[in-house]
């Protein structure tokens, strides 16, 4: 398997479980996440801060239906869901999640929705 597929599986894990660090430990100290093409989150520290709120409050999952890999670029077809901790309302939806390697961790992942 290659090291991206390696690192999207174990990410979607730690994330599942609800480990922020063992989540947080697939990414570049210099992680980039992009919101479609717009640049959302620069850096782990950052990173680490968005996410921290949804793994302490919230109820949470994903799965992933297809995973494309190719080269240091991995893309999946994702099915997440959450449910808000102040209302009990359950979110859902789907998109498509682009990983690249980057010295040997997730550098870039792009979320990308319909």
Do not use: K
Not at 34 to 54: I, K, M, N
Request: net charge negative.
């Amino acid at each position: 398997m290659a090291l991206i597929a390696d690192l999207a599986l174990r990410q979607l894990d730690a994330y599942n479980a609800g480990d922020l660090e063992a989540f947080c430990a697939c990414y570049h100290p210099d992680v980039l996440v992009l919101h479609d093409r717009v640049e959302a989150v620069t850096g782990l520290e950052a990173f680490r801060d968005r996410y921290r709120d949804l793994f302490e409050r919230w109820t949470f999952g994903a799965s992933v239906s297809s995973r494309l890999v190719l080269g240091v670029h991995a893309i999946d077809l994702e099915r997440w869901w959450r449910v808000d901790p102040e209302s009990g309302l359950r979110s859902e939806g789907d998109v498509l999640v682009r990983y690249t390697l980057r010295d040997a961790s997730i550098g870039v992942v792009q979320f990308l929705r319909g």
